[in-house]
Nanobody, 130 residues
Framework: QAQLVESGGGLVQAGDSLRLSCAAS????????IGWFRQAPGKEREYVGV???????????YIADPMKGRFTISRDNAKNTVYLQMNTLKPEDTAVYYC????????????????????WGQGTQVTVSS
């Protein structure tokens, strides 16, 4: 299993941008799909999006509707890192953001859940002030 570490969170103002990184260690990263989730205080963990990876290429790239047009996911296999670029941040984006990985083929890209992933990072806090 790959070990995942998120970074890049912080305190920003509404309208600002942040780029989160999910760095992986372990030789299995090249077969890993990486998803992003977030969890705000008192709320359930929310699916943000996924870079679904198989056979050396991205076969699906998805951002959930509440973030679509503002968030993008990219991948740099040379650095074993997946990025979540977040633009035009809103106070409701405040949450702990987690990346998660799996080498299992992901089929239901639109409705992935935490249980679909095997490895998790520790999370990084994003706080957006109004």
């Amino acid at each position: 299993q790959a070990q995942l570490v998120e970074s890049g969170g912080g305190l920003v103002q509404a309208g600002d941008s942040l780029r989160l990184s999910c760095a992986a260690s372990g030789r299995t990263f090249s077969n890993y799909s990486i998803g992003w989730f977030r969890q705000a205080p008192g709320k359930e963990r929310e699916y943000v999006g996924v870079n679904a990876w198989r056979g050396g290429r991205t076969y699906s790239l998805y951002i959930a509707d509440p973030m679509k047009g503002r968030f993008t996911i990219s991948r740099d296999n040379a650095k074993n890192t997946v990025y979540l670029q977040m633009n035009t941040l809103k106070p409701e984006d405040t949450a702990v953001y987690y990346c998660a990985g799996t080498d299992t083929f992901l089929q239901s890209i639109l409705t992935l859940k935490a249980a679909d992933f095997r490895s998790w990072g520790q999370g990084t806090q994003v706080t957006v002030s109004s």
